[in-house]
């Protein structure tokens, strides 16, 4: 339910519980008790009407507050992020904090570290993507003849 509907119908029951108790506050000694109980209950029932109606928003509320910070922290993140072939590093003043996958992030804004797998040989254990960077050598024992094949799965 959308905030300004929930604030529509907590006003609403806030105005009735107040009616309600103008007219209890203004009944002359000539109601009878049941009718004057009645009203009470009414009052009583407007009363938690409007007190579970601003609980909703305060859920309401809550969650997009939480839905917010995410953002924030995403936006944070994609500002401190710089890709540098093959990889996404995360600059922050002089600090560079990395290597991070570029195929998890561009996919799912996912920062999955990448891990050392050989000099210039870097694996994501989340996509299982292998990266080369330019300081890859492949040892002579390897069936690997062509670097530009083996940069990015």
Same mark, same amino acid.
């Given at each position: 339910?959308?905030?300004?509907?929930? &604030?529509?119908?907590? *006003?609403?029951? &806030?105005?009735?519980?107040? =009616?309600?108790?103008?007219? &209890?506050?203004? !009944?002359?000694?000539?109601? @009878?008790?049941? #009718?004057?109980?009645?009203?009470?209950? @009414? *009052?009583?029932?407007?009363?938690?009407?409007?007190?579970?109606?601003?609980?909703?928003?305060?859920?309401? *509320?809550?969650?997009? =507050?939480?839905?917010?910070?995410?953002?924030?922290?995403?936006?944070?993140?994609?500002?401190?992020?710089?890709? @540098?072939?093959?990889?996404?590093?995360?600059? =922050?003043?002089?600090?560079?904090?990395?290597?991070?996958?570029?195929?998890?992030?561009?996919?799912?804004?996912?920062?999955?570290?990448?891990?050392?797998?050989?000099?210039?040989?870097? #694996?994501?254990?989340?996509?299982?993507?292998?990266?080369?960077? !330019?300081?890859?050598?492949?040892?002579?024992?390897?069936? @690997?003849?062509?670097?530009?094949? *083996?940069? &990015?799965?």
């Amino acid at each position: 339910m959308e905030p300004t509907t929930i &604030i529509s119908t907590v *006003l609403t029951s &806030i105005k009735t519980a107040t =009616d309600i108790a103008k007219f &209890i506050k203004e !009944s002359d000694a000539s109601f @009878e008790k049941a #009718e004057s109980k009645l009203k009470l209950a @009414e *009052l009583i029932s407007a009363l938690a009407d409007a007190k579970i109606e601003v609980t909703d928003i305060q859920q309401e *509320l809550q969650k997009k =507050d939480a839905e917010i910070t995410v953002l924030k922290e995403k936006l944070n993140v994609r500002g401190q992020l710089k890709f @540098e072939r093959p990889y996404y590093w995360r600059i =922050d003043g002089s600090q560079k904090d990395g290597p991070f996958c570029q195929k998890c992030y561009d996919s799912d804004q996912k920062l999955i570290r990448l891990q050392a797998n050989g000099v210039g040989c870097w #694996e994501c254990k989340e996509c299982k993507s292998t990266y080369f960077d !330019s300081s890859y050598k492949p040892s002579c024992d390897s069936k @690997e003849t062509n670097i530009y094949d *083996l940069m &990015i799965e």
